[in-house]
């Protein structure tokens, strides 16, 4: 089993910056890769950012430019800074952890608001 636990979320204004962390726990070895994903009122789930065991990244087309996933392995924790936020960037973000097997594991998920 692997815990996961978001923060960082919360209101900033349009052309602001946060940064999400998502703290794993529990059986951490096995996970090949953790990512980032959001959901927006009304709308279904979709990714942000991942980054693999191996370092290797991918950004959805909407990120690209503006977000940036990182990682201190010795925290365990994963990071997305977000730059430039919109108002279409509001939602809420959660963290995702996928282990070896193919078993992910999703956190409770940190809200971020992006005012105009």
């Known amino acids: 089993q692997v815990q996961l636990v978001e923060s960082g979320g919360g209101l900033v204004q349009a052309g602001g910056s946060l940064r999400l962390s998502c703290a794993a726990s529990?059986?951490?070895?096995?996970?090949?890769?953790m990512g980032w994903y959001r959901q927006a009122p009304g709308k279904e789930r979709e990714l942000v950012a991942t980054?693999?065991?191996?370092?290797?990244?991918n950004y959805a087309d909407s990120a690209k430019g503006r977000f940036t996933v990182s990682r201190d392995s010795a925290k365990n924790t994963i990071y997305v800074q977000m730059n430039n936020l919109k108002p279409e960037d509001t939602a809420v973000y959660y963290c995702?952890?996928?282990?070896?097997?193919?078993?992910?594991?999703w956190g409770q998920g940190t809200q971020v608001t992006v005012s105009s």
């Open positions: 995702k952890a996928v282990d070896q097997l193919g078993t992910a594991y």
């Open positions: 529990g059986i951490i070895f096995g996970i090949n890769a």
């Open positions: 980054l693999t065991k191996g370092g290797s990244t």
